[in-house]
């Protein structure tokens, strides 16, 4: 499924569960640093860190994702805090989205 069709789900899902108090909410995650691609592509250390400082440096905030920044914002979602949101894409990437850059990796 795209990340579209998981952001209407997302919508529709809120507007039928709403009357049973069910909140539907979605985080969507930018860039998160990881060991992907040493995992997966057999870079070295040194060349998967040159790709997130080329990476790191599109981004508003100056750093990619962490775990715990994704993790912090589906606990507030969870929260009593968020009791009235729901149908929310919650966007959770340094502002890379807003700051509309591409670059070549």
Known sequence: MSKAALDMFTKCMAAELGVKGIR??????????????????????DQENAMWD??????????????????????????????????????VDGGHIAANVNIEL
């Open 24 to 45: 539907v909410n979605s985080v969507n995650p930018g860039g998160v640093r990881t060991n992907y691609g040493q995992a997966n592509f057999g870079l070295t250390k």
């Open 54 to 91: 080329k990476f790191c440096a599109t981004y508003p905030v100056g750093r990619a994702g962490e775990g715990l920044d994704i993790a912090n914002a589906i606990a507030y979602l969870v929260s009593d805090q968020a009791e009235f949101v729901t149908g929310t894409i919650l966007v």
